[in-house]
Each structure stands twice: as structure tokens, then as C-alpha cells.
């Protein structure tokens, strides 16, 4: 089973929520039993997750039925879902019963209903699936990008050995869970927790409310795991001050830590007898793809560290070659069995097989240094990190697109998103439209107007002109 | 500009509202876009704007547009 997950005692305790809903590894696999029960065949899904115990269950019951899930947040804009909906034409939906079903993903007929979620199917025809594809995730969470990540059985057991490997998990971990299970990096924390048989600390709960304190402290969690942002969230509550014995392991992944808010930690797990771990990854390679050993966080802070247990990280130049000195910069690229099978645009494309060949081009201009430790530098791609979340330009621009008549184009660092336009009265409505589906605050998208952008001859935006 | 205006400012930048949104309903509960991102945007510019430090308790407190208000004031700032 995947995981060997049959392997682990069933009466013991693999989530528990802060809503105070727990289950055990048993649980997991008789609810995989029920959905294969349910369903007609191995089916396409979608999963609209919240972070509690239940969303545990249905998303890893899940896979282990033999069908595909994309998982979603639970709250993704709905006309974001419909869109998606119209799509990819899941056979089924399941999503909290709190949350009414809209009209545009159907009011299809209820087949089952446990741990606060419900399954309904919507009549939706067969899909075409690859028989190696396991789950699929959107390449961007806050935009509900139609682009999706298609990942295989085999991402899922590679990514949980390495990572279980790195942190050296035990069934005695009890990571605190506050990234959403529709983020690779909270999913992949899942997999690696559960192949340890550890019990995953869940919560919904904002780091600004006082029920995540009193769950971390109450639960006595081993170990926390946050983006650059959670880490600003830990500092403002002046979290180096509090008593908190178990907790024992601090990761951070999402991207570039400020440097002062790094050694901050670094140093304050040192001198605490606490491991500080900087991750990189992305869900092209089901989460991570290179770590820093504790024991460098000081000397070599700021860097990504090294390629993860069984993978390989490598630079190459412009023309694609590999580049083998050190010093060096260039394209980083990943190889190792937890790189995903590629995209998917349309439903035909779920049938795709694996099109990377287990390497991966990650996108990232990287410097590595004398001793072989990677630091990111820059970005190829059009998309940006901010407060941990991948917000994709294009999609951006197509959600500006549909709220005005006038041109515009998106870019942005990774603290802020520019949306430029050739009409100022239009301004608003742009920046509300981007508000409402990216949930950003308001302060970090900036409108600046622009006489006409500038075009190549084929009539495309050149983005580096914008500035 | 008064305190109030400065406040209302805040709101404004960080949710993208006018002014005539705001009130005693404009809260966590009642929003669902605030969220910790926008809970610590407001408490990282009312810092900043009154020149005041709040405690982690006002930080997880400042969860609506009147607590916030009764939490700077409790700081010395007159509304």
C-alpha cells in the first residue's frame, strides 16, 4: 500500500485538529475502502479542502481509492471553481458540508458523507487517466490557475523518504500543520509524517488567533513548518521569548527568509538546542528539492543548501549545458524520482505520461558556491512568492483582463504586484478585481498607468520594458 | 489629518475599502478576506502610523475595526 501505510497500528492517532477531530491511521484506509466503494471506477475529483482532520482523511483516502484528486481550498473563488469545473469535468466533488455546492460544479446526487465531508458526483463522463497519475495540485493556489501540476505514485513515496529522511521523522513527531493541504509544501508534510506514523497537528486557525497559540502549546507540537511570513508572524509575538520545550524543529520553505529574521532564528535554535532547516522546493518536484543542514544555518545562512537525500541539483548555462565548476551561476536544475510528470491544461491531458523523465529545470537562476551550496538569485519565470504564495502573472492578468476595457499588463517583485494600465479610470476596478480572487491585501498591488505598453512586433508584452 | 482619518487610512490600504465601509461590523468575523496577512498589516502600519509597540495579546486581539481602535487607545493615542 502506498506508503505502507497498512503497515502502521491502526488505532493510532495520525491527525488531530484544533477543532478537536481526530482519526487514526485506521481510519485513513477504511475511508479509502468506502470512496472505491462509492464511486464508479477510478475517477477524476475534486477535493476542496480545509485544514482539519477530515480534510486529512478524504485527501490521502483519496489516493489510496485508486482515484485522482486535485485539491483545492475549500474557498477558492467560485467563479475560479466554476471555471476550473468547466475545464477539467470532475466525476465527483467533495467538499465540507459546510460549504453549500454552487450551481456551476452541480448539485449532483450525494454517494458518501464522513468526517465533516461529503461526496457528490456531478455526471460528469469517464476521464481518461494515466494509470501512474496519482493527485494534482493548481501551479498557483491564490489564482486558481487552470495550469495544474501532475504528479505519479511514485512522487509521493520518493518525496516522503527524502524529507522523512532529512528531518529524521519518527512516529514521535507531532508537527504543527498551518499550510494549507492544497500547498505542496503542506501536503508533502503529510506524506512524510504519515510513511514516519507520526500524529499531524492540523489547524484552520490564523497565526494571529489566540486558539493557534493555545494548540501549539496545549498539543506540545515537535516541530513547526512556515513560510517566510509565518516566520514574521513568530517574531512579532515575540515567539524566541516562550517556553516551548517539545517543539524541537523549526523548517521554513516559500521562499527568501530577510536575512536579519534568518539569523534571528538561526541563532536563536542554536543557542536553544533547536534545529533551524531552510527548504526550497516547488510542486513540479512535489516539494522539496534542497535543504540546509542545521549545522550550516549560521555559516552558510541565506543559502538552500543541498540536494535533498537521493536527488541531485546541478547548474547549466544559457545553451542548456551543464556547468560543473565552482564557484558557479546558472539555471538550477533538479533530477530525482519526486519530480513530477508535468502540466496539465486541458482534461485530454490527464492521459499524458511522464514527460520530465525525473529532471527537472526549476526556473531559478541559482549561484552555488566553493562547497557545493546552492543560493537562489533570481527568477526566469513569470510568477511572483508573496507572503509564501505563488501568485502567476498571467493569471493575474487575465483576472485584470476581464474587470476592464483597457490594456494591462502584471509584474512585481516578491513583496509587491504592479498592475499596469493604460486608463486611470480603471485603477479601482483592477485592483478590486485582484483583491477579491488573489486575496492579497490591498497595499501590496500597485496600479501605475502607462501611456500604451510596449510590444515586440508579434504584438506580445515585453515585460522587461515595464519598470 | 486626525486620528480617526489616520485609522480609517489604514483600513483602506489594507483592504481596499472606503471609508463609509467601515464600522462597528467591519470585523474578522464578518470578512473573510482577513486573515493573518491582513490581521498583521494593519498591526505592522498602526505601529508605524502612531508610533506606538503592541503587545502579542493587542496583536491577537486587534481582530475588528473597534477593537483595534479601543487597543491604541489604550497605548496613549486619543480618538
Known amino acids: 500500500m502506498l506508503l505502507d501505510l497498512d503497515k502502521i497500528e491502526k488505532e493510532r492517532t495520525a491527525v488531530l485538529d484544533s477543532g478537536g477531530r481526530s482519526l487514526v491511521y485506521g481510519d485513513i484506509i477504511r475511508l479509502g475502502d468506502t470512496i472505491r466503494a462509492a464511486v464508479s471506477g477510478r475517477s477524476l475529483m475534486f477535493i476542496l479542502t480545509e485544514n482539519n482532520a477530515g480534510g486529512v482523511a478524504w485527501v490521502m483516502a483519496s489516493i489510496l481509492s485508486g482515484n485522482v484528486p486535485l485539491i483545492l481550498n475549500a474557498h477558492t473563488d467560485p467563479e475560479l471553481l466554476a471555471n476550473l469545473c468547466g475545464i477539467y469535468r470532475p466525476q465527483y466533488i467533495c467538499r465540507p458540508c459546510g460549504v453549500v455546492s454552487s450551481a456551476e460544479t452541480g448539485n449532483g446526487e450525494t454517494v458518501a458523507e464522513t468526517f465533516g465531508y461529503r461526496l457528490e458526483s456531478t455526471g460528469n463522463g469517464p476521464c481518461g487517466l494515466h494509470p501512474e497519475l496519482s493527485h494534482l495540485l493548481p501551479t498557483s493556489g491564490s489564482t486558481g490557475s487552470p495550469k495544474l501540476v501532475r504528479h505519479k505514485y511514485d512522487n509521493i513515496e520518493a518525496s516522503a523518504l527524502n524529507i522523512s529522511t532529512f528531518f529524521r521523522l519518527t512516529e514521535q513527531d507531532r508537527p504543527l500543520m498551518v499550510l494549507p493541504l492544497y500547498y505542496t509544501m503542506g501536503l508533502s508534510m503529510v506524506f512524510s509524517h504519515l510513511k514516519a506514523g507520526a500524529t499531524i497537528l492540523i489547524t484552520d486557525l490564523s497565526m494571529t488567533d489566540a486558539g493557534f497559540w493555545k494548540f501549539l502549546k496545549e498539543e506540545q507540537a515537535t516541530s513547526f513548518t512556515g513560510v517566510p511570513f509565518s516566520y514574521e508572524i513568530l517574531d512579532k509575538m515575540r515567539f524566541t521569548r516562550m517556553k516551548l520545550p517539545s517543539l524541537t524543529l523549526l523548517t521554513q520553505g516559500g521562499g527568501k527568509m530577510p536575512p536579519e529574521l534568518n539569523m534571528k532564528f538561526a541563532e536563536y535554535c542554536r543557542d536553544n538546542g533547536k534545529r533551524w532547516v531552510a527548504t526550497y522546493g516547488q510542486s513540479e518536484g512535489t516539494a522539496r528539492m534542497a535543504w540546509l543542514p542545521e549545522e550550516y544555518a549560521i555559516s552558510k545562512a541565506g543559502s538552500i543548501g543541498i540536494a535533498v537525500p537521493n536527488g541531485r541539483l546541478s547548474l547549466r548555462d544559457a545553451d542548456g549545458n551543464e556547468i560543473t565548476g565552482s564557484p558557479a551561476t546558472g539555471e538550477m536544475c533538479y533530477s530525482g524520482r519526486n519530480v513530477t510528470m508535468g502540466y496539465a491544461t486541458t482534461r485530454a491531458d490527464l492521459a499524458l505520461g511522464d514527460e520530465r523523465n525525473g529532471f527537472l529545470p526549476t526556473g531559478d537562476i541559482a549561484y552555488r558556491d566553493e562547497d557545493g551550496f546552492y543560493y537562489i538569485k533570481g527568477r526566469m519565470g513569470r510568477f511572483l512568492k508573496i507572503f509564501g504564495n505563488r501568485i502567476g502573472l498571467d493569471e493575474c492578468e487575465q483576472i485584470v483582463r476581464a474587470a476592464v476595457t483597457c490594456e494591462c499588463a502584471c509584474t512585481g517583485s516578491d513583496d509587491r504586484l504592479v498592475v499596469w494600465l493604460t486608463d486611470t479610470g480603471q485603477a479601482d476596478a483592477a485592483a478590486d478585481a485582484l483583491v477579491r480572487a488573489v486575496r492579497l491585501p490591498a497595499n501590496v498591488i500597485e496600479t501605475r498607468i502607462i501611456e500604451s505598453l510596449p510590444r515586440n512586433e508579434a504584438g506580445k508584452t515585453l515585460y522587461s520594458k515595464l519598470n | ?79
Not at chain 2, 38 to 49: G, I, T
Request: proline share 1%.
Open chain 2, 1 to 79: 489629518m486626525s486620528n480617526i482619518e489616520i485609522y480609517n487610512g489604514i483600513f483602506t490600504e489594507v483592504f481596499g475599502v472606503s471609508a463609509d465601509a467601515l464600522g462597528a461590523s467591519f470585523s474578522k468575523e464578518n470578512n473573510d478576506q482577513w486573515d493573518s496577512v491582513h490581521q498583521l498589516s494593519l498591526v505592522s502600519l498602526a505601529e508605524d502610523r502612531f508610533d506606538i509597540m503592541l503587545d502579542p495579546e493587542d496583536i491577537l486581539g486587534f481582530t475588528s475595526y473597534e477593537k483595534g481602535i479601543e487597543i491604541i487607545r489604550n497605548q496613549g493615542v486619543e480618538f
